[in-house]
């Protein structure tokens, strides 16, 4: 879900970029969140990454601290 709460969408990589988490898919990306600092969109990117752990079982690999990608075999 997007900050504003107006949209959802499955994405396959979730990434900081600057001070926004962006969502990617194959064909788009879309600005998810922008926040005050780079640092809080790594503190929120990581809140996401631990919410899917804890309530899917899915486990995230993070790949250059910045990214996070869902691997859906459990």
Same mark, same amino acid.
């Given at each position: +879900?997007? *900050?504003?709460? *107006? ?11 600057? @001070? @926004?988490?962006?969502? #990617? ?12 600092? &780079?640092?809080? %969109? ?7 990454? #631990? ?13 250059? %601290?910045?990214?996070?990608?869902? &691997?859906?075999? +459990?």
């Amino acid at each position: +879900m997007s *900050q504003d709460k *107006q949209s959802l969408i499955n994405v396959k990589e979730v990434a900081v970029e600057g @001070k @926004k988490i962006v969502g #990617t898919s194959n064909e788009w990306n879309k600005a998810l969140g922008k926040y005050d600092s &780079n640092e809080r %969109a790594l503190v929120i990117l990581h809140e996401i990454l #631990t919410k899917i752990e804890e309530n899917s079982g899915f486990f995230c690999d993070v790949l250059y %601290a910045y990214k996070i990608e869902v &691997n859906l075999s +459990m």
